[in-house]
T-cell receptor, first 111, second 115 residues
Framework: EDQVTQSPEALRLQEGESSSLNCSYTVSGLRGLFWYRQDPGKGPEFLFTLYSAGEEKEKERLKATLTKKESFLHITAPKPEDSATYLCAVQAGNYGQNFVFGPGTRLSVLP | IAGITQAPTSQILAAGRRMTLRCTQDMRHNAMYWYRQDLGLGLRLIHYSNTAGTTGKGEVPDGYSVSRANTDDFPLTLASAVPSQTSVYFC??????????????FGQGTRLTVV
């Protein structure tokens, strides 16, 4: 069964304390893996797309990596404004144009 | 500003009433989606449309219907609301591309409470 899981469910970091969020997936024919950021009361905001194992993308303090079974979102020296829920989604051959989302990781960065 | 507009932003609805959530995009995207987001369950696909005139069922379609008369609009209708439909609803859209896959853009959501 196709599945997307994320860990941890919640993460609290001190400002400047680097860490990683995990997204594990079991899907047939991965076409793309997407990372989104969601602030409370708002819609998800696109961060990255990864297409193939070994690919990496960076934006400010965030770096996303992809293997054949999982993706990591590395956060380097986070700031309080990085606090949000981070969502992972996959687009796979079984779903046509549709996405399957993981449950998200709720990140809190304390000053 | 280009993007997706949802209306209303929030609504309290009596059980048994009919309700249409509106979604409009001005990016000329072919594909549009409706998701519901519930604590602990994440975003779940209700219905989708790959192009104007076509629609399909997602993971949780029961109690909902959609239409796609044109490229820009994708309304979601609850024929007879029930309390389990209390949720935050997000509309999204994405463009087609021959090579690779593009990201989806999301609206700001509609918070619906059915009492």
């Amino acid at each position: 069964e196709d599945q997307v899981t994320q860990s941890p469910e919640a993460l609290r970091l001190q400002e400047g304390e680097s860490s990683s969020l995990n997204c594990s997936y079991t899907v047939s024919g991965l076409r793309g893996l997407f990372w989104y950021r969601q602030d409370p009361g708002k819609g998800p905001e696109f961060l990255f797309t990864l297409y193939s194992a070994g690919e990496e993308k960076e934006k400010e303090r965030l770096k996303a990596t992809l293997t054949k079974k999982e993706s990591f979102l590395h956060i380097t020296a986070p700031k309080p404004e990085d606090s949000a829920t981070y969502l992972c989604a996959v687009q796979a051959g079984n779903y046509g144009q549709n996405f399957v989302f993981g449950p998200g990781t709720r990140l809190s960065v304390l000053p | 500003i280009a993007g997706i507009t949802q209306a209303p932003t929030s609504q309290i609805l009596a059980a048994g009433r009919r309700m249409t959530l509106r979604c409009t995009q001005d990016m000329r995207h072919n594909a549009m989606y409706w998701y519901r987001q519930d604590l602990g369950l994440g975003l779940r696909l209700i219905h989708y449309s790959n192009t104007a005139g076509t629609t399909g069922k997602g993971e949780v379609p029961d109690g909902y219907s959609v239409s796609r008369a044109n490229t820009d609009d994708f309304p979601l209708t609850l024929a007879s609301a029930v309390p389990s439909q209390t949720s935050v609803y997000f509309c999204a859209s994405k463009s087609d591309r021959a090579i690779g896959d593009t990201e989806a853009f999301f609206g700001q959501g509609t918070r619906l409470t059915v009492v």
